[in-house]
């Protein structure tokens, strides 16, 4: 990485020349507005505390939710769908428009589903029988809608949601970060922390525990952790850890699925569903069958990676701090329901604790704290869907 704008010495990286953009944090967020500076032609330094990226990006889904997003999430999510799928073809990350299926078990669920099909455009919502919902899904590569009837139990229907797409959690965010450091004018340093920040005239100065980096303007995208650099902001923000339990299983027997699978829990948390007017009743059905799945803030979803493993959640709870041990029994709770789902038994090989910002403020925080300083926050727990979006939203207006 041999930036111009920056000399290396023994103990560290002086910037002597502005650089057009800094970036704090290499997380999905801030190499989406790194992946932009350096489309648009600018010099860019990316700062992240952590040897690799160990935080939200790599803990989640995968899942890039498009449709059931609304209003100006919504937008922003079809812009990011574009640039998702133009940095995987750059990059070489894998990201596959497997779209979502939404699994439906009662006539409220289907109520739900069938008034998001009224109200968008024809064929982004597709309504499903029981037979097409499992040929959606499969059960076996090649698989026929008569293969898989033991498959995918107890369907009254489900819906397809075409715009949906998938990447891998676990290697998205390396390549990425791979891919930018090889880019003329790029420099990534990790371990090194970001420790205060000034204004000098027309520039930003980002004083890190590498020394000093100058730039024109600096976004600071370090997702739950604004409060380490700015308390007065989250808590203006009222900025929470939301923690998630979740879990990976080995490859079910048999089973295979490339599309996202969501449930009625799914329904109950994203703005799309929520704003139906079925969604009433259907949560009145889930507090009187399942109150313990709202009980733990449950998303009763899944999804495939590549290898064959199978991503099973999630509860969410709401710290300032989040508190590392797991409860079993929410994680139980999750992986039978989703095992029961699927119709086949789980093996579960790991389980982590997720993490993402939380507000009720506002699903999105941008703010400039200085005149050349942004902090840029998801807030909403879609920020692998929004990233790439909010990314293009930013950089576009230093144009």
Sequence with gaps: ??????SSTATGSVSVRPIDVVIVGAGIVGLAHAAHAVANGLTVTIIERDHHA?????????????????????????????????????????????????????????????????????????????????ARLGSGTGASAADTSSAWPD???GAFLRDDLRVDPRTTVAKLAEWLSRQPGVELHWNTSALGFSRDGDLATV?????????????????????????ELAAEHEIQRCALQMSLAAKPGGVEF????????????????????????????VRQTR???????????????????????????????????????VSTALNTEI??????????????????ASSDVAPILVRDVHPRVTVVSVTSGVGMTLSFGLAHRNISRLF
């Design 1 to 6: 990485m041999n930036n111009p704008s920056t």
């Design 54 to 134: 160990a935080g939200a990006s790599v803990r989640n889904f995968g899942h890039c939710c498009i449709t059931a997003q609304s209003g100006e999430l919504y937008e922003l999510a079809q812009t990011s769908r574009k640039y998702w799928l133009e940095f995987a073809e750059r990059a070489g990350f894998w990201a596959s428009e497997a779209g979502a299926v939404v699994l439906a078990r009662t006539d409220a669920e289907l109520a739900v589903l069938r008034e998001l099909v009224a109200v968008r455009e024809p064929g982004q919502v597709e309504l499903l029988s029981p037979d097409e919902t499992r």
């Design 155 to 157: 369907l009254l229907g």
């Design 207 to 231: 004083q890190t525990s590498r020394g000093d980096f100058t730039a024109k303007r600096v976004f600071v995208c370090v997702g739950h952790d604004v409060d380490y650099l700015f308390p």
């Design 258 to 285: 490339a599309p996202a699978v969501l449930t009625a829990t799914s329904m109950l948390r994203y703005p799309a569903f929520t704003e139906m007017p079925a969604a009433a009743s259907l949560r009145d059905e």
């Design 291 to 329: 109150p313990d799945l709202l009980e733990i803030g449950a998303n009763v979803m899944f999804t495939q990676r590549p290898d064959g493993t199978v991503i099973l959640g999630d509860s969410h709870h709401y710290h300032h701090t989040a508190d590392p041990f797991l409860d079993e029994a």
């Design 339 to 356: 095992a029961a789902r699927i119709g086949e038994p789980l093996e579960i090989i790991q389980r982590w604790q997720g993490i993402y």
